[in-house]
């Protein structure tokens, strides 16, 4: 990885379209303005992780996968704290 | 009342005021505003969320305690508007908010089952609206192995 020290104010070029501008530091924080050509996908780090773990999760079973996917996970649903933290009745539809 | 189309369930009926919102929908599915949580006990403890639009959008989740019972949920401010819950405050889980995560089944890209602790979904159980919370120190691909510290969940009982 290149590593770079910039102070606020200064930039970054990658290539010629692409800037990245140090706006503000503060703390912690750091304030970011980014240049770049409108075909380039630009996203916070964590949106991109959390999508594609939501996508695999959402595809990565079918029903009949559910009874294995149960017995993976079954010795740790009994604890009373668990029953308190879901309180199913007030999401549980009454489906039959 | 309303019936849905499930992945897991066929048809169910639900009633219209049992659906939580999520007005940006979350990452990947964010055309999806609307979900309910379905729960049976034959599947006891996994809940399914459920979108009320799309049959084929379902994430199965676990209480996150049942998961990790020393999870810290840090809520931002910008979380807690989007559960229109007062900037600072420190709701109380279980009563006002629902925290739960969403489980992966084993695949090709791994060999057991695993839960999402970097990304939990978070309700608000009064307001019935949600949100997913990332949470950076947090592995959005926790292993879920059933033979993981057997004594301590048998000590929560």
Redesign the interface.
Known sequence: MLVMRRRAGESILIDDAIEIQVLEVLGTRVKLGIVAPESVLIQRK?????????????R????Q??P???????????????K?????F??????? | MPRMQT???DE????PD?TFEFSSG????ETEHTF?????PA?????FMQSVSRK?????L??V???D?HYELRLSDEDLAALHLPAASRPD??KDI?C?V??????N?RP??TA?L??PIVVN?KERIGI?A?Q?GYS??HP?????H?EE??A??
């Open positions: 964590e949106v991109k992780i959390t999508r594609d773990e939501n996508i695999t999760a959402a990565s079973f079918e029903h996968d559910i294995l996917l149960l017995s993976k996970v079954s010795s740790r649903a009994v604890s009373a704290d668990v308190n933290l879901t309180d199913v007030t999401l549980t539809t009454k489906s039959t | 992945k897991c369930f169910v009926e639900y009633a049992a979350i990452p990947g599915f309910v949580f379905l729960q049976r599947t006891h403890p996994l809940m084929d959008v379902c994430f199965i676990l209480p305690l049942a998961v019972r889980m279980g629902l739960a969403m489980v992966c089944a084993a695949g890209d057991q089952p999402n970097y990304g159980l997913q990332i950076t959005p691909r879920l192995t059933s033979q993981e057997p969940v048998k929560c009982l």
